[in-house]
């Protein structure tokens, strides 16, 4: 017999060591750098700066929060960056569900693979140079001034709306995605059961298709929604002088780290609240 | 004179190269249980998707109550349908789905809630309006699609194959319940179906159907015993068929003939039959299948081609009649069963 062989017959007869062999990679890489990391984050949001030296002061402390609900600047940025990331959510809804519906249910089923991957292909591409793209599309004179000038419109030009569009552009085929799957596998004799039962094609698409495409939805929602609030280089290169918390994030973290930190803990509540939203509809499940 | 639920004139559907339908002329009547049979591919199931209006005729008219349907859509029509692999909704629960056909209808809520009790009443499944499809067995669920289909009172409802997914003992239950059930209601019920035995049990007529054609259409009594072509004979009951030479060697004359299995007497090869309105024929006992309540046997004729007798086992055990294997053996029947099929 070889050792081969008698190995894989003692790890046979040791599951438990068969297991834990498997996962203990793994386990070290999510528990030390993950969560280690997390963790890290948000001691650290607790700690203060010496406002002379700029030293790291390590002590408990919650005067960053403090600072952070009561400065109206940061409320701000706060509430724009959710407003953002629920803006290229719906927008990313909207324009993934026909799309969608297209690819997974009226085009042919030869033709339907190829349409996924081109739905992908943009996934493949760098980030900065599709953001890129879209400031020179964006950019005074560009594409999409040219565009709307035979109707008497100009671009958004550089700032808020062109970061919107642009993060709706970037995370798209993540809503796409989960939507054609669930449309894919919707069957067929549902929606004829419907339309036999005397729905009419609108009542169908309400009753049958939305409810059980829902999940799926809420679970691209996820993707778009926690991207956009992670965001801050499509805002610093289009969004003009917008900021989101991402900036202030990267702008705190040379001079005063603990508040970067307690910035950080933001959008890190907030998606865990969205999750908590979330789950109610099954998206969790449906990931 | 009863009306005419169904009229199909010249009806054809092709899917690309291929004919499913063939030119089917058909009329259902009203409140008549009619059985569409035949193997799978004979374009049945086309014809029922062609008369709820899950497809359009390539060539051919659909009436339903005298009115041409043929270019309306399933929602325009009143025709309701229990599917095949039911197509419950799996996120409503079992009352949402029946009530769905009132909600559209925008029938009240309360009344709307009484009315698919009664319907779930009807198929005896009370008190399980709150569990999910996926909580089901499948006869119950089969019973819920039921339900749904029959709640706003149809003036005819399509079965594709209803009973395909149950297990025989539910299957020949629900066979009777569903009779009962068309009875009561007195909805004209087309049913579809590849099982013979199902089909002349439910049924008040029945059609034929073999490669996007029909074979033949009449009662159970008429497909069964006086088959009209070869293929029904073969497909509806054992196939039993005398051709050519052995036929004229037998019968006294040529072409295809049909005599079913049960009318045919197994004797002694010694016996004599001195009736004149009696067939006899010569042969060995090539096989014997003991099915407990009777016992099948096939015999090679001297005259050429086998036969098939099947004998209630009044007296026989299954021993005696194992002892028949390779003996000679006298089949007769009364002549009047025997069927000429035109090929």
Known sequence: MSLLTRTAGALHRRPRLRLSLLLTAPLLWLAVLYLGSLTVLFVSAF????????????????????????????????????????????????????????TARVARPRWRPLLV??????????????????????????????????????GPGFGLS??????????LPYMVLPIHTALEQLPAG????????????????????????????????????????????????????????????YSNIELNLPMAAALGTVPVVVVVLYLLAMRRTGALSSL | MEGIAVRLQALRKTFGETTAVAGVDLEIRDGEFFSMLGPSGSGKTTVLRLIAG???????????????????????????????????FPHMTVEQNVAYALKIRKVPKAERLVRARKALAEVRLDGHGRRRPAQLSGGQRQRVALARALVGRPRLLLLDEPLG?????????MQLELKALQREVGITFVFVTHDQEEALTMSDRIA???????????????????????FVASFVGTSNLLRDDAARRVLGTGGTHSIRPEKIRVLKEAAIVDEPEHATATGTVAEVVYLGDTTRFLV????????????????????????YRGTRVRLTWHRRHTVHVPD
Request: hydrophobic residues 45%; negative net charge.
């Open chain 1, 47 to 102: 700690w203060t700066t010496d406002s002379f030296t700029s030293e790291v002061v390590k002590a408990w402390s919650t005067d960053n929060f403090h600072e952070l609900f009561t400065t109206p600047v940061y409320r701000q940025v706060i509430l724009r960056s959710i407003g953002v990331a629920l803006a290229v959510t719906v927008l990313c809804a909207v324009i993934a569900f026909p799309l969608a519906f297209y």
């Open chain 1, 117 to 154: 991957v081109a739905i992908l292909t943009p996934l493949w591409a760098s980030y900065l140079v599709k953001v890129y793209a879209w400031r020179l599309i964006l950019s005074q004179g560009g594409l999409a001034d040219w565009m709307l000038k035979p109707f008497g419109l100009s």
């Open chain 1, 162 to 171: 062109a970061a919107v569009l642009t993060l709706t552009y970037l995370w």
């Open chain 1, 190 to 249: 549902l929606l004829d059961a419907s339309a036999d039962l005397g729905a009419r094609p609108g009542r169908t698409f309400r009753s049958v298709v939305l409810p059980m495409v829902l999940p799926s939805l809420a679970a691209g929602s996820i993707f778009t929604f926690s991207l956009s609030l992670g965001d801050y280089i499509t805002v610093q290169i289009i969004g003009g002088k917008t900021q989101l918390i991402g900036n202030l994030v």
């Open chain 2, 54 to 88: 899950f497809e359009t005729p390539t060539e051919g008219r659909v009436e339903l109550a005298g009115q041409d349907v043929t270019g309306l859509a399933p929602f325009e029509r009143d025709v309701h349908t229990v599917f095949q692999d039911y197509a419950l």
């Open chain 2, 165 to 173: 997914a149950l297990d025989l003992k539910l299957r020949e239950q």
């Open chain 2, 208 to 230: 034929v159907f073999h490669q996007g054609r029909l074979e033949q259409v009449g009662t159970p009594a008429e497909i069964y015993e006086r088959p009209a072509t070869s």
């Open chain 2, 300 to 323: 090679d004729l001297d005259a050429g081609g086998r036969l098939t007798a099947l004998q209630q086992n009044l007296e026989t055990s299954a021993e005696d009649v194992a002892a």
